[in-house]
Nanobody, 126 residues
Framework: QVQLVESGGGVVQAGASLRLSCATS????????MGWFRQAPGKEREFVAG????????SYTDSVEGRFTISRDNAKNTVYLQMTSLKPEDTAVYYC???????????????????WGQGTQVTVSS
């Protein structure tokens, strides 16, 4: 059974940092792109960051560029999202996702991702 399990969320004040982790099991995603998405109440799920299978290429939505860093450790089957200078508008449930296609490119469209975690809540207070 394929599983993506996020962890590391929490409640922090504006300006703080958090590191989210996404541990995968059930199959290897070392040859697949992975991404982080988030969904705030009443809003659509939005792309946050993505990383190609080797980690050589990353992509970020404009609002987190320079503050968030996505990385992966294929030996540990884990993807990370380091978040710094957090803002109240970063408050959302954060989801890890993987594309099924080998060596596929990063996309920002959640419909192109085939596997999803259950999400972890990040709340940033002002």
């Amino acid at each position: 059974q394929v599983q993506l399990v996020e962890s590391g969320g929490g409640v922090v004040q504006a300006g703080a940092s958090l590191r989210l982790s996404c541990a995968t099991s059930g199959r290897t995603f070392s040859t697949n792109p992975m991404g982080w998405f988030r969904q705030a109440p009443g809003k659509e799920r939005e792309f946050v960051a993505g990383i190609t299978w080797r980690g050589y290429t990353t992509s970020y939505t404009d609002s987190v560029e320079g503050r968030f860093t996505i990385s992966r450790d294929n030996a540990k089957n884990t993807v990370y999202l380091q978040m710094t200078s957090l803002k109240p508008e970063d408050t959302a449930v954060y989801y890890c996702a993987a594309r099924a296609g080998f060596y596929a490119p990063i996309t920002g469209d959640p419909q192109t991702y085939d596997f999803w975690g259950q999400g972890t809540q990040v709340t940033v207070s002002s």
